[in-house]
Each structure stands twice: as structure tokens, then as C-alpha cells.
């Protein structure tokens, strides 16, 4: 009988890990922090693991997203931004450096604050361009005097509605990501600690946001930087980031 080696079973092993699928066990409303906007609370489960999803529901038709720059990068939480601005929710935005200066292409309300960068890491680009959002490749974005909001972060998580071939399956930590189903439908979600192959195959269980499946997912900051908030009728959701962060993604009503 042939050995295995530990190297090889680790492979194995990390491999399995990314293939597993979740299942959605439960789905609680946490409120609304605006018209046809909504916050849910997701349980989901796979071989004796579990994880929980929150998200800010929201259709491109009612709301639009800003890319907001922190008034003090390194001295703000998104909730005070966020409340700030004039959002009702958001989450935080992209990665950046030590200084607090942002990593890869960051326009907000039309300014662009840091241009655009090449690196594997930088694989997606989420856009703003008049009223429509997008979800698009590096390498197919093009820059332009339309484009009002932009935030370029990675990886891509889903792509065509299947989870990203080759994600890592191993590093666990909290995560940040948008999504939608190519129809006007988006979610802000935060996840708990999961690798970033789980989260793909979290955003492609079924069932997971109602009706309408995810297509398209990027994945933003994450780890200490993980963070959501939303204003509601009662007490507002917050999941505040435990470290601070240089921008935010922000909804508002149109």
C-alpha cells in the first residue's frame, strides 16, 4: 500500500475543505434600514461546521453605494462615517497600507484618491458609473469620467454564479464582501471566520439570499477590518470592525 505523505494529506485535506458545500439552516430579519432595503442573518452549516452571514440586502433601483473616504483615516469607525455621510448601512471598504494610504484604484463621489494598481491580489474592481454597479475584472475595467464610485479589492469569489477555482482554503478570518445576481439585486454581507474558499461557496449555497442567486461576489477587506452597519426602525445592526480602516462602502437612497 502506497504511504501518504503529511504534505500530500494536507493537500488533501485542503482540498476537501474547498470542495464542501453549505447549507443554509436558518434565516432571521434583524430589520430594514429603508424602503425595500433589508438586514438578514443567515446560519449556515457544512461537516460539522458552521458559520453565520449577515448582509445588507438592497435593490440597485432604490439605493446607490458611495465609496467613502475616512475625514481621519486610522481615527473613525464605519458607523460614524457611515452615519455621517448620510447612509443608512455600509460595510468597510478596501485594503490599504500601514500609513492608511489605500492599496489599488479608490474614486469617491468622482475623485479619484489613489489610481489604479496591478497585482494578483487586485483582481476585481466594484464601480459606480451614473446609476449602474458593477462588479468587473481588473483587466476588463475601464477607467472613465463616468465612473463616480470605485473600489479595487480581491479576489473574486464568484464569478458567472460558481464559486472561483483555486481560492485559499485554509487561512480562517472574518470577511467583507459585495455581491449580486447581475439583475439589480446586491448584498453587503459579513462573514464569520471562514477561509476565502469557504466564502465563495457560501455566497453559491442555495437559498441564501431568498430568490435570487448570487453571480458575481468580490471580496473586500477582511479580518480586523471586517465591519457592518445599518440604521433601522429600532435598534440599528452593528458589527463594528475591531480595527480602523482608511474607506467604506455606504448605501444610501436614491
Given at each position: 500500500?502506497?504511504?501518504?505523505?503529511?504534505?500530500?494529506?494536507?493537500?488533501?485535506?485542503?482540498?476537501?475543505?474547498?470542495?464542501?458545500?453549505?447549507?443554509?439552516?436558518?434565516?432571521?430579519?434583524?430589520?430594514?434600514?429603508?424602503?425595500?432595503?433589508?438586514?438578514?442573518?443567515?446560519?449556515?452549516?457544512?461537516?460539522?461546521?458552521?458559520?453565520?452571514?449577515?448582509?445588507?440586502?438592497?435593490?440597485?433601483?432604490?439605493?446607490?453605494?458611495?465609496?467613502?473616504?475616512?475625514?481621519?483615516?486610522?481615527?473613525?469607525?464605519?458607523?460614524?462615517?457611515?452615519?455621517?455621510?448620510?447612509?443608512?448601512?455600509?460595510?468597510?471598504?478596501?485594503?490599504?497600507?500601514?500609513?492608511?494610504?489605500?492599496?489599488?484604484?479608490?474614486?469617491?463621489?468622482?475623485?479619484?484618491?489613489?489610481?489604479?494598481?496591478?497585482?494578483?491580489?487586485?483582481?476585481?474592481?466594484?464601480a459606480v458609473r451614473g446609476n449602474r454597479i458593477e462588479i468587473v475584472r481588473s483587466g476588463a475595467f475601464k477607467p472613465g469620467r463616468d465612473v463616480r464610485q470605485a473600489l479595487q479589492?480581491?479576489?473574486?469569489?464568484?464569478?458567472?454564479?460558481?464559486?472561483?477555482?483555486?481560492?485559499?482554503?485554509?487561512?480562517?478570518?472574518?470577511?467583507t464582501v459585495v455581491a449580486t445576481d447581475g439583475r439589480g439585486h446586491w448584498a453587503l454581507a459579513y462573514i464569520t471566520s471562514v477561509s476565502l474558499a469557504d466564502a465563495a461557496r457560501i455566497l453559491t449555497a442555495p437559498g441564501l439570499f431568498g430568490d435570487w442567486p448570487v453571480k458575481t461576489a468580490l471580496n473586500l477587506d477582511g479580518g480586523s477590518s471586517s465591519g457592518l452597519w445599518a440604521a433601522s426602525a429600532g435598534k440599528p445592526v452593528s458589527l463594528p470592525e475591531f480595527g480602523t480602516v482608511r474607506n467604506y462602502l455606504g448605501i444610501e437612497p436614491r
Open positions: 500500500m502506497k504511504q501518504i505523505t503529511l504534505p500530500l494529506l494536507a493537500l488533501v485535506f485542503s482540498a476537501a475543505v474547498a470542495s464542501a458545500s453549505w447549507k443554509v439552516g436558518g434565516s432571521t430579519a434583524l430589520g430594514s434600514p429603508g424602503n425595500s432595503a433589508e438586514v438578514r442573518e443567515v446560519q449556515l452549516s457544512t461537516e460539522g461546521r458552521s458559520a453565520r452571514l449577515t448582509a445588507i440586502v438592497f435593490p440597485e433601483k432604490s439605493f446607490a453605494l458611495r465609496v467613502l473616504d475616512s475625514p481621519s483615516p486610522g481615527g473613525t469607525k464605519a458607523a460614524q462615517v457611515l452615519q455621517a455621510a448620510g447612509c443608512v448601512a455600509g460595510v468597510n471598504g478596501g485594503y490599504f497600507h500601514d500609513d492608511y494610504r489605500p492599496v489599488g484604484l479608490m474614486v469617491s463621489d468622482g475623485k479619484e484618491v489613489h489610481a489604479f494598481e496591478k497585482a494578483r491580489l487586485l483582481s476585481g474592481v466594484l479589492c480581491g479576489p473574486m469569489l464568484v464569478e458567472s454564479g460558481a464559486p472561483v477555482a483555486g481560492l485559499n482554503a485554509e487561512r480562517i478570518a472574518r470577511r
